[in-house]
């Protein structure tokens, strides 16, 4: 059906891509942090705002809307980016998950809730430790695909089937690692349920040839929020599959739009090239064809990259909005509003930026996208943000099994 | 503890405490006597800690600093000037200043860029080719043969036919391979026919080196097919099946570390920096391929403009070459390139009655 913006994810983040606040999470020198839900009730004294001296006030259960303010530059980040990358390439690769705890530290510090930053905690040897993974694996793959077909068929499969086993162990890994007043996230989904959950998902798309992908796509996401936890409150989710299947049935028309269009497009391109050329000396066809057609062809695969920006921009604000903004804990709410033609716009903005710095000022567009998502991200707080860390941050630690605890597996190198 | 600490002028941070026990912060000032103990100001109660077990976090750039003692609680804070002072004068920090340092200078960031661009640039003209070319040249025959029986297999079962060539034609043209073969006794040359892709004609890692039946119809005259099967030799003496996967796979890698998750951007367009230098690569191996194939062609007496007629041929069927930015991502060097290298080749070749 529609098309899946994130179709080029790597392997293990693929399933991820269905969740769009995950790949933020794993992907990104870390957008917004993680599970970014916010924090809740109890009493206290916040920081900047009220700067009440200590303790249990009985919080007047006044429902305030806190910004999520993020407060990083482009400028300070391009200067730990291009640090990051120098190192890791004179490292050979090592420096890579230090480079990487450092973006994300960068991000999750510079983005606050009233008044109070979020904190990135991973070790990076833990992040090395997965890499070492991940480089090992792909390295049997890219083996195996020279020298065997079946043999990397085979290990494919075993990784397909590895799948939630792994997501399992990042989600872990990154919710344990990230906190908001010194209170840590967690993930309390099962490899169990996370392979009933694939399952359902897999069964569902072969059955009905990949058109239950909305209702695949929620179920997915519902499993990953609905699992998280910050301090001993799991969160809870509000998006009903109904939100999502609705948003696909807007992807529809637009999809077709942008195909006419597409095709439209190639058909007048021709037909002026061929024009063109018949102006042109006709004697020299290699020539003046050659020439017009494939400044054309340029034209057209331009405007078809703007062209498949716009859908993109629509599906992701809209699913922003339905997974970030349906998120709760306890009596507070997650509210994002993303807006179509504003992240358009930011997207637009980064292609040229991208392109015109042949990939140098990718720090401003990073840094451009992330303030965007959290300029429009809020907590519709009911009184004061306090939460209990309760028993499960002791045991956060050391529940994850050993054989599960294989540090952070996902593939983004951290820049 | 206390007792091995010198003498100090007294330090104070502000800063907002987090028990860890839930979120409830509270505003304190950390002080320090200048010996072994630090008091929080502010926290009901107070609390008392041994300077020995202070912990203060690295800095990466304007974000929060942390300070702890080994247990749940934290202290955060922006009070950035005085918790250097206290990292400072405690010596209780994790480290991390000369990153921190080498992170704030726009010096270091402009030597840097620079030091990426030129390396990058060398890296991929050169380093990338010649660790390409030696790992390939390291690779054990085995791996080599296992590599071009799999591809074989694979392309026979979707897109080769078998040849309808007759037997005859057949073992004429294998005859003609043969004295080529002759002279390249250290590679394990084999040829094959099939039809099914136009006319074409390629070589696999292990030696085998397939011509097409339409390839066969297409040449006029034998000479011109030992051109082309000279150019295939070439590739299995250079060993660029291999050297492809390796470069292709070094292009991924540095692709991904430069722009990272493009599409995340917002940018769809991330496979386009990696097919042009891609492309790059193949193009430098076919004129190497060509090189080859010109001083076998001189050394067996065959008249280079062979290799010109069939080009001319393949051209004319393929229709207009690519121009403008579309050679970037061709895999071929442009056609009127090739033909002038052998055309500028050809009038020190003209002593062979052949040329005409
Ligand atoms: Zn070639």
Redesign the interface.
Request: glycine letters at 10%.
């Given at each position: 059906m529609t098309e899946d913006?994130?179709s080029?994810?790597p392997v293990i983040e693929e399933a991820l891509a269905a969740f769009e606040f995950a790949?933020?999470v794993d992907?990104?020198?870390g957008a917004i942090p993680p599970p970014p839900p916010p924090?809740?009730p109890?009493?206290?004294?916040?920081?900047p705002p009220i700067?009440?001296?200590?303790?249990?006030t009985a919080a007047p259960p006044a429902t305030r809307t806190l910004p999520f303010v993020f407060?990083?530059t482009g400028a300070?980040?391009?200067?730990?980016w291009?640090?990051n990358?120098?190192l890791?390439?004179l490292t050979l690769g090592v420096y890579?998950a230090w480079a990487k705890c450092?973006s994300r530290?960068?991000f999750?510090?510079?983005t606050s809730l009233d008044g109070?930053?979020f904190?990135y905690l991973a070790d990076p040897l833990q992040i090395l430790k997965g890499r070492i993974i991940v480089a090992f694996i792909l390295g049997l793959l890219?083996a195996a695909e020279?020298?065997?077909?079946v043999v990397y068929l085979l290990l494919l499969g075993a990784l397909v089937l590895a799948t939630p086993l792994l997501m399992v162990s990042a989600f872990r890994f990154n919710a344990r690692n990230s906190a908001?007043?010194?209170?840590r996230f967690g993930f309390e989904g099962t490899v169990e349920q996370a392979y009933k959950t694939y399952l359902n998902i897999v069964g569902l798309s072969m059955l009905t040839c990949g058109l239950a992908a909305p209702y695949t796509q929620w179920l997915w996401s519902e499993f990953i929020v609905g699992k998280h936890r910050f301090?001993d409150e799991t969160l809870s989710w509000r998006t009903k599959a109904n939100d999502f299947i609705t948003l696909y049935i807007y992807m529809v028309p637009m999809s077709i739009a942008l195909y006419v269009l597409l095709f439209g497009g190639i058909t007048v391109a021709t037909a002026g090239a061929q024009l063109f050329a018949g102006d042109a000396a006709p004697a020299d066809?290699?020539?003046g064809?050659?020439?017009a057609?494939?400044?054309m062809?340029?034209v057209v695969m331009g405007l078809f990259?703007a062209l498949?920006?716009i859908p993109?921009?629509f599906f992701?604000a809209r699913m922003a909005n339905l997974v970030l903004g349906g998120i709760g804990l306890g009596p507070h709410e997650l509210r994002s509003e993303q807006k179509f033609g504003e992240?358009l716009k930011?997207?637009?903005l980064?292609?040229v930026t991208?392109v015109f710095s042949l990939?140098?000022a990718?720090p401003w567009?990073?840094v451009r996208?992330v303030a965007y998502r959290n300029s429009r991200l809020s907590c519709l707080a009911q009184g004061e943000?306090?939460?209990?860390?309760g028993a499960a941050?002791d045991a956060g630690d050391g529940i994850g099994d050993a054989a599960l605890d294989l540090g952070d597996l996902d593939l983004?190198?951290g820049? | 503890m206390a007792s091995s600490a010198t003498n100090h002028r007294p330090l104070s941070v502000a800063g907002?405490w987090?028990?860890?026990?839930?979120?409830?912060?509270?505003?304190v000032v950390l002080r320090w006597d200048g010996q072994g103990s630090i008091t929080l100001d502010?926290?009901?109660g107070g609390r008392q800690f041994d300077v020995a077990t202070m912990v203060i976090s690295a800095p990466?750039?304007?974000?929060?600093r942390?300070i702890h003692f080994g247990g749940?609680?934290?202290l955060?804070s922006t009070d950035f000037a005085a918790v250097v002072a206290l990292e400072r004068a405690t010596g209780r920090g994790q480290g991390g200043h000369w990153?921190d340092r080498?992170?704030?200078?726009?010096t270091?960031?402009a030597l840097?860029?620079v030091?990426?661009?030129v390396?990058s640039a060398a890296g991929f003209k050169w380093g990338v080719p010649w660790v390409a070319n030696e790992a390939a040249m390291a690779l054990p025959a085995s791996?080599v043969e296992?590599?071009g029986q799999?591809t074989l297999?694979?392309l026979d079962e979707t897109m080769l036919k078998p040849s309808k060539l007759k037997p005859a034609r057949q073992s004429e043209l294998r005859q003609t391979f043969a004295q080529l073969k002759r002279r390249y006794d250290h590679l394990p040359l084999k040829l094959l026919f099939r039809r099914g892709i136009g006319p074409n004609a390629f070589a696999l890692p292990d030696g085998t080196v397939l011509l097409t039946d339409e390839l066969a119809a297409l040449s006029t005259d034998d000479r011109q097919l030992i051109a082309v099967l000279a150019h295939e030799i070439g590739h299995v003496h250079h060993r660029h099946g291999?050297r492809m996967?390796i470069e292709g796979?070094a292009v991924s890698i540095a692709v991904?570390?430069?722009?990272?998750?493009?599409?995340?951007?917002?940018?769809?367009?991330?496979?386009m920096?990696a097919a042009v230098v891609q492309a790059q690569f193949s193009q430098g191996h076919e004129t190497e391929a060509d090189t080859f194939a010109l001083e076998t062609l001189m050394h067996i007496g065959v008249a280079p403009h062979h290799f010109l007629d069939i080009m001319n041929k393949l051209q004319a069927k393929a229709g207009?070459?690519?121009?403008?930015?579309?050679r970037y991502f061709a895999s071929h060097p442009a056609t009127s390139e090739r033909v002038r290298r052998f055309g500028k080749t050809a009038p020190h070749t003209h002593l062979h009655p052949d040329s005409m």
């Open positions: 913006p994130n080029e994810a790949p933020e992907r990104g020198p924090p809740p109890a009493a206290v004294a916040p920081l700067a009440a001296t200590p303790l249990v407060t990083g300070e980040y391009f200067r730990i291009i640090v990358v120098v890791s390439v890579s450092r530290q960068y999750y510090g510079h109070s930053a904190e890219v020279a020298l065997s077909p908001w007043r010194n209170v301090g066809t290699s020539g064809a050659g020439a057609m494939s400044a062809m340029m990259y498949v920006t993109t921009a992701r992240l930011v997207y637009l980064n292609i991208l990939g140098l990718w567009a990073k996208l943000l306090v939460m209990r860390a941050h983004d190198l820049f | 907002t987090f028990s860890g026990e839930s979120t409830a912060g509270v505003e502010g926290v009901p990466i750039g304007a974000t929060p942390s749940r609680g934290k955060r990153l080498m992170e704030a200078s726009w270091l960031a840097f860029v030091l990426l661009v390396g791996a296992q590599i799999g297999v694979l291999v996967a796979t991904a570390v430069f722009l990272g998750d493009v599409s995340d951007l917002g940018v769809v367009t991330a496979g920096p207009t070459e690519d121009k403008g930015v579309q």
